[in-house]
């Protein structure tokens, strides 16, 4: 058959770019802005807007702030596994761990919007037998963090996200 179908794959393309130019640009000037500014559109719009970005969905994790008390926003990558939410604390391959693990390591209940719905939760690290489960998976939905893990120079904590009963209210 001619023209020969061609199969691209513009998520998977921009997204491989987006894992080679992030952790350049992690921590700079501005960086911390984009991303509060996407979690308020993100709640906004109940994740109409902006609540799908290379290829993958996203949610928006409320925790408590370690230091402040204070409710902090991150929007994230995720997955579903069950009824719990799966997300890496990669932070683009930076050496500093992401402050919302922090955070919920002090703080494990949290919330999670997701769909436009917030739901209460409750953080934990993955055993290392949910990871070998797991890992194959967030890969498939973001193959950047193969590229992240190569070059990172700590663990990329996989975090699971399990129902709660309590949040963070």
């Known amino acids: 058959m001619w023209p020969p179908r061609v199969c691209w794959r513009p998520v998977s393309l921009s997204s491989d770019l987006f894992a080679r130019v992030s952790p350049y640009l992690a921590h700079r000037p501005g960086s911390a802005q984009?991303?509060?500014?996407?979690?308020?559109?993100?709640?906004?719009?109940?994740?109409?807007?902006g609540g799908r970005a290379l290829g993958s969905d996203i949610l928006v994790l409320r925790t408590v702030g370690r230091r402040t008390g204070q409710p902090r926003d991150a929007p994230l990558?995720?997955?579903?596994?069950?009824?719990?939410?799966?997300?890496?604390?990669?932070?683009?391959?930076s050496a500093r761990t992401p402050a919302w693990w922090l955070n919920l390591q002090e703080h494990p209940d949290a919330d999670a919007l997701v769909d436009g719905h917030d739901h209460p939760v409750r953080a934990r690290a993955a055993t290392a037998e949910e990871v070998a489960e797991l890992w194959p998976r967030l890969v498939a939905q973001y193959r950047g963090y193969t590229r992240y893990k190569s070059i990172a120079t700590r663990e990329l904590p996989v975090v699971i996200l399990d129902p709660s009963e309590v949040g963070q209210r």
């Open 34 to 49: 984009a991303t509060r500014a996407h979690a308020v559109l993100l709640r906004l719009t109940g994740g109409r807007i």
């Open 77 to 93: 990558l995720y997955i579903r596994h069950g009824e719990s939410f799966v997300i890496v604390a990669s932070n683009a391959a």
